[in-house]
């Protein structure tokens, strides 16, 4: 074991494979599960609106349907009671098809089963999307860090996803461990690897949403964020720059709120 930790969020950070996902899977999977059609436009923006380009960024699925679901539904474009998936949301420790086969399996709601559906067929396109990449820059910078630094994915993707893509890429054998949709929240995947024996100042989480730096505040550590639309120059800036800085303990500070301000900005942006 080293003595520093990077954990690194795969889709949209790493790899490039937020916005197809997003506007050719998630979104339109919704407007057919549905029956949405009419309104597949709007739809689609709304869905793009929540999990892109705001500060839910980077969200869960199932939470993020639940937003595009109230969206909807008070644009009058939706009508459904939601009441069994709001309850599951906030009882569910975590958010997964296996945590909602479960619940299903307890209370054989039609609504969950249809959200289950949708779901599956969320993964079964996004499997058919063709291959995705790493951004430019992030292979060479993994590579770097792993020479000071134990490195881990920490992602609320589906095991099975991450996996299939961090090993086409090569980038597998470059990381300790995988923590997935299947451990939990980003949070609890950070606590998890704390737990391991690491020091809060050092462990390093990179993200691209606002929610993976909650997740590094929520357990104390520092976190790099990857600015969207520009992530090749975020790669390189971590490299050359912020890496050097987290080993040398001056990270932490004015130089981390300004990474976090610069993200911020280009989110608010969009
Ligand atoms: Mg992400």
Redesign the pocket.
Known sequence: MKKYLVCV?????AMDT?DCKHKLCFGPEMVKAWGLEAYREEVLKLWSQISLYSETR?INRFPGLELTMKACMERGILEEDISDFSLWLKESPSFSNAALEKRIEETGSPLLKKILQWSLCVNAAIKALPDSSPFNGVKETLEYMSQYADLAVVSSANREALEREWGRTGLISLVKEIMAQDCGSKSVCISRLLEQGYEKDCVLMI???PG?GKAADKCGVLFFPVVIQEEEQSWKCLKDQAFQRFLDRTYKGEYEKEQRHKFMSALKQK
Do not use: V
């Not at 969020?9 to 950070?13: E, H, I, K, R, Y």
């Open positions: 969020d795969s889709d949209g950070c937020m980077g993200g691209d949403a993976d």
